[in-house]
C-alpha cells in the first residue's frame, strides 16, 4: 500500500522535474503579516499579537503531444498566530504560537485532446498539511494525507488573457491516510487507511483585471461518495452525503512587491461536522512572481 501512494506521489511530481522548456510556468510568492503592539501604560484590555501567513501558487502547463495535455498545480500555504496572555498575577507573556493556516495541495492532470466537444483526462491528486497537532502528544509531518485519482471528460468553455472557465466530471477514489493513530488501548499507534470512491465534479474560474495587476481565482469541487471501505464499522451514513469545497482568492499588486490579497474557503463535509464551514483571510504584505 505505501508503494502504491510513493508512486502516486512521484507520478505528480514527475512534471515539475522535466525542462522548463516550452512550459507554461505560472508561480507567484506572497507573504502577509499583520502585527499590533500595546504600551505597559495602555489603559484597555488589549494584548499584543502577530499574524503571519506565507503563500504560494505554481503551474506548470505543457502539450506534450497533439494528442496529449500535461498540467500540475502546487499550493502551499502556512501561518502561525502569536498572542500576548496576562496571568494571574498581571504578568505579560508570549504563548506558544498557534496555527492559522496549512495547506498542501498537489494535482497533476492528463488531458487526452480530441479537439471534441469534451475531452478524456486522468488525474492524480495529494492534499496534506505541514504540521498535525490534532493530537496533543504527538506532532506528525504531513499527516493525514487524502490522495484522489480520478478519470473522466473535461470541457473549456473559454480561455483567453482575460478569462479562463473549465469543468470537469469523473469517477474518483479516495485513500486518507493518518499515520500514528492511537488505539483503544491508549498504547499502540497504527497507520489507518480509509478508501472510498464516487462522483466528482470540479469546476474552475479565472479572471484577470486589466490593466490592473489584479485577479480572482475560484475553484468548486464536489464530491458524492458511493462505497466506503469502512461502512460497515461507521456508526452513521454520514459519509453518503456530498463533500463541497469551494476556494475563492483575490490579489492585487498595490505597488511593487507590495500586494493585498483575500482568501475566502467554504467547506461542507457532513463527517466532520453537520454545519457549513468557512473561513476568511484578509492580508497586505510582499508578493513576488517567479514566472
Known sequence: MRKIYG????????????????????????????????????????????????????????????WLNSKTTLKLAFGQTHLQKEN?????????????????????????????????????????????????????????????ETAGIIRTFVNNDINYLSSRLGAAFREKVDRDVLQQDNVTRELETTVDGGLE??????????PLEASFKSRLQLYQALFNSKEDELTSDDWKS????????????????????LTFEMRYEKEQIHEVQWKEILGLGFSYTLF
Do not use: C
Open 7 to 66: 508512486i502516486l506521489v512521484i507520478v505528480l511530481l514527475l512534471p515539475l522535474t522535466l525542462s522548463a522548456e516550452n512550459w507554461k510556468l505560472d508561480s507567484d510568492i506572497n507573504l502577509s503579516l499583520t502585527q499590533s503592539s500595546y504600551s505597559d501604560s495602555w489603559q484597555g484590555t488589549e494584548l499584543s499579537n502577530i499574524t503571519w501567513v506565507a503563500n504560494s501558487n505554481t503551474s506548470a502547463e505543457k502539450q506534450l503531444k497533439p
Open 242 to 261: 456530498p463533500d463541497l469545497v469551494w476556494e475563492n482568492v483575490i490579489t492585487t499588486k498595490l505597488w511593487g512587491l507590495l500586494s493585498a490579497n
Open 88 to 148: 494571574t498575577v498581571g504578568d505579560v507573556y508570549w504563548e506558544h504560537p498557534t496555527k492559522s493556516t496549512d495547506k498542501i495541495d498537489l494535482e497533476s492532470i492528463l488531458r487526452f485532446t480530441t479537439q471534441g466537444w469534451v475531452d478524456p483526462f486522468i488525474a492524480g491528486r495529494m492534499e496534506s498539511q505541514f504540521l498535525d497537532l490534532s493530537d496533543s502528544t504527538l506532532t506528525r509531518i504531513i499527516n493525514p494525507m487524502l490522495f484522489t
Open 201 to 210: 465534479s470540479v469546476t474552475e474560474y479565472k479572471h484577470n483585471f486589466s
